[in-house]
């Protein structure tokens, strides 16, 4: 049963929606850049966060509205075939394609990173946690829009409580 002849279900209410927006701006580089921005711009990297947050409203408002206009299934590849046609669109969907083959891997092996440093493991034990989250991650998609949902939903708020309690625990050392 496709979802031409199904139909589209809506699922995503705003709350997921927000969910959605809010780990697309923190998105993997929230595991690996915090560090590195705060060391190189100290305080402003927060403020860089939160303008970041703010100048992407806009395109995030774009792919909403073009979800609500024309419904489809493809997301992205249908906007870009109706924009600028099948050639673009292929490139598009291949080069989607192929983040999700490479980048999806790569930010799990840092997140699996993250859990060695807390718990000291070898090498190839990193690579069996990394597995497991891919594993995971896969099982929540299995089970349905309306899961991974949920799941989306947990994560983002807990990273984001985990973030705040780590700006706000840390504030007294700033010094500007």
């Known amino acids: 049963m496709t979802a031409s002849t199904q139909g589209l279900r809506k699922a995503i209410t705003l709350r997921y929606a927000v969910a959605l927006y ?19 711009a100290g305080p ?64 799990m092996l840092i997140a699996a990173s993250y859990v060695a440093y807390a718990f000291p493991m070898s090498r190839a034990e990193t690579f069996v946690v990394a597995g497991a989250i891919i594993f995971s991650v896969f099982v929540v998609n299995y089970r349905g829009i309306v899961v991974s949902n949920k799941v989306q939903l947990a994560v983002v708020v807990s990273i984001v409580a985990l973030l705040l309690a780590t700006v706000i625990s840390s504030s007294y050392l700033v010094r500007l």
């Open 22 to 40: 809010v780990s697309s701006v923190l998105g993997s580089g929230v595991l690996v850049l915090p560090g590195l921005a705060a060391q190189l």
């Open 44 to 107: 402003g990297s927060l403020i860089a966060w939160v303008l970041l947050s703010i100048v992407s409203y806009p395109f995030a408002y774009t792919f909403a509205s073009l979800s609500a206009r024309k419904p489809e299934a493809g997301g992205i590849y249908s906007f870009t075939k109706e924009g600028f046609g099948l050639r673009i669109a292929t490139v598009t969907g291949w080069l989607f394609a192929l983040w999700f083959i490479t980048g999806g891997p790569a930010v």
